[in-house]
């Protein structure tokens, strides 16, 4: 786990020079698919660039649980998000669906402000309803 963290966070500070600053990681657990395990998801400026699964388990129908005999690491980075880091942008969206992006804040008539989006992205990953103490207190 040490290294999959260590060679993600030089992935993401040496090769993307992304300050570590900006850099949040929140510990979780993944279940699914019939496999569940220990999970490290990564931020940065308020969006999850990508996580770290370690998947130890596989669960059953009863809530009981085995050891795997063969433990996995999946770590889940979407090019999406990369072009995103790159480009500044204050969504994934703008970088990556440029032309739906357009015509929904066209045809909604939505008026987008992007500096309040820039403010408040980076708190954004701090705002899981179902991982938080008391939601208001974060709020």
Not at 21 to 32: M, N, P, R
Not at 34 to 42: A, D, H, M, V
Not at 74 to 81: A, H, I, N, T
Request: proline share 3%.
């Amino acid at each position: 786990m040490e290294e999959t963290l260590e060679f993600n966070h030089r992935y993401l500070t040496e090769t993307l020079g992304i300050s570590p600053d900006e850099i949040t990681y929140i510990e979780d657990v993944w279940g699914g698919g019939g496999n569940l395990g220990p999970s490290l998801e990564y931020f940065v400026r308020g969006m999850e660039v990508g996580n770290m699964v370690f998947t130890q388990y596989k669960t059953f129908h009863d809530g009981s649980r085995e050891e795997l005999d063969i433990t996995i690491i999946d770590v889940g980075l979407g090019l999406e998000r990369v072009a995103w880091l790159m480009n500044g942008s204050p969504t994934s969206y703008q970088d990556v669906f440029t032309t739906a992006y357009g015509y929904m804040v066209e045809v909604l008539k939505m008026n987008v402000d992007e500096e309040v989006w820039a403010k408040f992205g980076p708190y954004s990953c701090t705002l899981n309803v179902d991982e938080m103490d008391d939601y208001e207190k974060t709020w």
